[in-house]
């Protein structure tokens, strides 16, 4: 059996500290928030689709995880192109 060498525990553990990380602030924010409900939401009946009030609360009390759930987006759309892309090699 083979000891792998230093470089490749390293990067390993770079690896699993940087999943950690994301597990770790996705669990905050998803425990830190107060979800609203829809009876909580600011009631227009002029505008029935009540876009406006949902903006309001979006960029107002929900900046932090409406910004949380970008860059986890942003994250998996990047690992889906790395994974898509394929080696070079072939």
């Not at 940087?18 to 009876?39: E, K, M, P, Q």
């Not at 759930?69 to 070079?88: C, F, P, Q």
Request: proline share 4%.
């Amino acid at each position: 059996m083979e000891i792998p060498p230093l470089e490749v525990i390293g990067r390993a553990f770079v690896r699993a500290a940087v999943v950690g990380l994301f597990l770790a602030v996705v669990l905050v924010s998803l425990y830190g928030t107060s979800w609203t409900t829809v009876d909580q939401l600011p009631q227009n009946l002029e505008d029935q689709s009540n876009i406006k009030a949902i903006g309001t609360l979006i960029f107002t009390d929900f900046v932090v995880p409406f910004e949380v759930l970008s860059i986890v987006l942003l994250s998996s759309l990047t690992g889906a192109i790395y994974m898509a892309k394929g080696e070079d090699d072939q």
